[in-house]
C-alpha cells in the first residue's frame, strides 16, 4: 500500500501558476488601491490648505470607481487584447496570461501576424510612421503575466493562522511590451531568442509601469490610443469597414447603477467619458484632430492590417476557437475611410 500523500503537489506534473481572470482581478483590486490613495492624499492636502469638505463630499469623492478596465472579448480581444484601461491620464493596452510561457499562445492571431510584419514594412512605407507606431505600441500595449515564488513559513506575516494550511505563493505581475515578443517575419532562432531573452531581463511589475514613481512616462494619450486603436480595428474589418464587428461591451458602475456602453473597437474618443476619472478634460475637438493627424499617417499600415486573414473565436459562441471569419473580397481603399 502506498503511503504518498495524495495531496501533495508533484511539480513536474502540476506547477502552480495563477489564473489570466485571478490576475486581472488582481490588477483592478490595485488600481482601487491606487486611485483611494491618490484622492485621500489629495483630500490631506487640501485639508492642510484650508478647504473643508462635507462628509457627504469626501464619501462620494472616495466612492467613485477608478478608471474603468474594459473587458475585451471576441473580435475586439482579438485584434486589440484583454483589457483596455488607464492611469495617471493614460492609456493602457494589456494582454493578459497565465505565465510568461503563455505568450506562445498569441502566435495564431491576426494581432500577432500584424507586428510580424511591421518591422520589415519600414522601406515601402515609410520609416517615420513605421517607427511612431513601434514608439506608441512599445509605450501602451502590453504583454502582462504571473510570476509566483514560493514563500518560506518563516516569512508568513506574523500571527496569520489562516495560512498554516496552505502553501502561500508570493505573486507579481510582470509586463513587457508587447511588441517585443514578437518574432518578426525573417528573423534567424538565433536573433529571435536573444531578443526574447533581453525582452524578459527588462520585464517590470505591471503596477510600477503604470504608476511609475520615476523615469520616462508610459502609457498613451488618449488620442495616441484612438489612433492606435483605429489601426487595430482593421485586423478584424471586412471590405475595408473599420469596427465591422469588433465593439466593446462593458459594465460600467455609476451613480445611477450598471448600464452597458457599447462602441467600436476604434471610437475610443466617443467613450472618452466613461474613462474620466483619468483622463484630463482637454477640448475634445484639439483631441479629435490630433488622432485624426496619426490616422492619416497610419494608413498605409491599416492597409497591410487588411491583408492579416483572422481566424478567431466565432462572435455566437465566443468560447469556440476553431471557427474561421470568411472575409468577402477586400475592395475597399481605407485611405478614404
Known amino acids: 500500500m502506498s503511503t504518498a500523500n495524495p495531496n501533495t503537489t508533484n511539480e513536474k506534473r502540476q506547477r502552480p501558476h495563477a489564473w489570466e481572470d485571478a490576475l486581472i482581478l488582481a490588477f483592478?483590486?490595485?488600481q482601487w488601491q491606487r486611485e483611494l490613495k491618490r484622492r485621500i492624499d489629495k483630500l490631506s492636502r487640501d485639508d492642510k490648505e484650508g478647504k473643508k469638505r462635507d462628509l457627504g463630499e469626501i464619501?462620494?469623492?472616495?466612492?467613485?470607481?477608478p478608471a474603468l478596465l474594459a473587458?475585451?472579448?471576441?473580435?475586439?480581444?482579438?485584434?486589440?487584447?484583454?483589457?483596455?484601461?488607464?492611469?495617471?491620464?493614460?492609456?493602457?493596452?494589456v494582454e493578459f496570461k497565465a505565465e510568461r510561457a503563455g505568450r506562445k499562445m498569441e502566435e495564431t492571431k491576426p494581432l500577432y501576424r500584424f507586428f510580424q510584419k511591421v518591422p520589415v514594412l519600414a522601406s515601402s512605407l515609410g520609416l517615420a510612421d513605421v517607427n511612431e507606431f513601434i514608439a506608441l505600441s512599445e509605450r501602451g500595449h502590453y504583454l502582462a503575466y504571473g510570476k509566483l515564488r514560493p514563500k518560506r513559513a518563516n516569512a508568513l506575516p506574523e500571527n496569520d493562522?489562516?495560512?498554516?494550511?496552505?502553501?502561500?505563493?508570493?505573486?507579481?505581475?510582470?509586463?513587457?511590451?508587447?511588441i517585443n515578443l514578437v518574432v518578426a517575419e525573417g528573423m534567424t532562432d538565433e536573433?529571435?531568442?536573444?531578443?526574447?531573452?533581453?525582452?524578459?531581463?527588462?520585464?517590470?511589475?505591471l503596477v510600477s509601469i503604470m504608476w511609475p514613481t520615476q523615469g520616462t512616462e508610459t502609457g498613451l494619450?488618449?488620442?495616441e490610443m484612438a489612433a492606435y486603436l483605429w489601426l487595430l480595428s482593421h485586423l478584424v474589418s471586412q471590405g475595408g469597414e473599420a469596427d465591422k464587428g469588433a465593439v466593446v461591451r462593458c459594465a460600467v458602475l455609476s451613480d445611477a447603477g450598471l448600464f452597458?456602453?457599447?462602441?467600436?473597437?476604434?471610437?475610443?474618443?466617443?467613450?472618452?467619458?466613461?474613462?474620466?476619472?483619468?483622463?484630463?478634460?482637454?477640448?475634445?475637438?484639439?483631441?479629435?484632430?490630433?488622432?485624426?493627424?496619426?490616422?492619416?499617417?497610419?494608413?498605409?499600415?491599416?492597409?497591410i492590417a487588411l491583408t492579416i486573414k483572422p481566424i478567431v473565436a466565432s462572435t455566437d459562441n465566443p468560447h469556440s476557437a476553431e471557427d474561421a471569419i470568411q472575409n468577402p473580397p477586400r475592395g475597399s481603399n481605407p485611405s478614404k475611410k
Open 191 to 205: 536573433k529571435a531568442a536573444a531578443q526574447d531573452k533581453a525582452s524578459k531581463r527588462k520585464a517590470a511589475e
Open 260 to 303: 452597458l456602453p457599447v462602441w467600436g473597437l476604434s471610437e475610443l474618443m466617443l467613450a472618452r467619458k466613461f474613462f474620466e476619472t483619468a483622463v484630463s478634460k482637454r477640448p475634445e475637438t484639439e483631441d479629435a484632430a490630433k488622432a485624426e493627424v496619426l490616422r492619416e499617417r497610419f494608413k498605409g499600415l491599416s492597409g
Open 59 to 65: 464619501a462620494a469623492e472616495l466612492s467613485r470607481p
Open 161 to 178: 493562522k489562516s495560512l498554516e494550511l496552505v502553501q502561500p505563493h508570493e505573486l507579481q505581475v510582470m509586463a513587457e511590451p508587447y
Open 28 to 30: 483592478r483590486d490595485q
Open 221 to 223: 494619450t488618449v488620442f
Open 71 to 93: 473587458k475585451l472579448d471576441g473580435l475586439a480581444e482579438t485584434s486589440a487584447g484583454d483589457t483596455l484601461t488607464a492611469a495617471n491620464e493614460r492609456f493602457y493596452l
